[in-house]
């Protein structure tokens, strides 16, 4: 195994004091001019980079920001979300120069404990959290611990002052707690998760449809809980009641989404359009129809959220909600990096998806 090159190596190289390569490395005064260039160019002809977790103890910043996903790992493989907010993350880290640290953990707790050895041991900078909860003890525990933290899909404030009210248990989870305060010091950036469904519901009942299951992910995350409301809440304007327009849960694997599928549809009077919380689960779903004989469009609509290629080679191509993932990535790595340089904390909204109609969606049959 090759030996990282240390300070002395460039000292005895360079014909210098190690405390003069260490003066001219870290741009303190003590050399001349002349020699601190010959330091630094010994230390890159050796390939000398500086220790990050010394730097982090003597003060300096560890030049890493960290990602902890408490999700099923098994739900994670296959979930293109996250592969594309990653991308958009590293894009902008990469470019400054600033590694991500990325951790699966099984729940929150865990998640909890690994903000604080991070912050014990100086590992991260700032980290960058998803997933918000419907009751979340994590913005608290990063204000206390005085960390950097850019929360990714918060609602947006009109959300947070929305009425007509969801209730998880109805659906078989259990009853949110009001959302947690935010800390005035953490930034965020937020989604319209509500609006989005929406805009579903709008499309959907205007092609004709009157019973909509909207198959979701995790009952604890507060996008799903938006999403139910939402769904709930714009049914309810067009006079459909919970029996013709509800909410089923899973948790995000194809698994589960397909399961969903068939219990909805063995139903004495099943859906005529399925919702899906991703590409995933929709994709099963589709496959499920297929098994069961019942063509789509022709007697189920099905839209997926979050667009992917699968949505796209799939037969038929799935509608679905279309929106720069790896964007929202970036701009939450670009909110953290301004963060960490001294600018203040901040909200950013990313852009609503749009909604992109394909084959999979078409208006019911007459007799329904």
Known sequence: MARRPTIKDIARQAGVSESAVSFALNGRPGVSQDTRARIRRVAEEL????NSAARALSGERSGAVGLVLARPAHTLGVESFFLQLVSGIQEVLAAARTALLFQVVEDIDAECAVYRRWWAERRVDGVLVVDPRTSDPRPALL????????TIGE???QEDEGGGGVDPAAA????AAAPTARSAVLSSVRADDAGAMAQVLEYLHGLGHRRIVHVAGLPDLAHTVRRMESLRTEAARRGLGPDQVRSVLTDYSDTEGAAATRRVLAEPEPPTALVY????MAVAGSAVAAELGIP???RLSIVAWDDSALCRVTHPRLTALVRDTAGFGRLAAGEL???LAGDPPGVRISERPRLEPRESTASPPAHT
Do not use: R
């Open 143 to 150: 204000e206390a611990l005085g960390l950097p933290a850019v």
């Open 155 to 157: 609602a947006l404030p």
């Open 47 to 50: 390939g000398w980079q500086p």
């Open 296 to 298: 789509v469009p022709g």
């Open 172 to 175: 078989g989870a259990t009853p």
């Open 337 to 339: 990096l301004a963060v």
């Open 277 to 280: 919380d991703n590409d995933v």
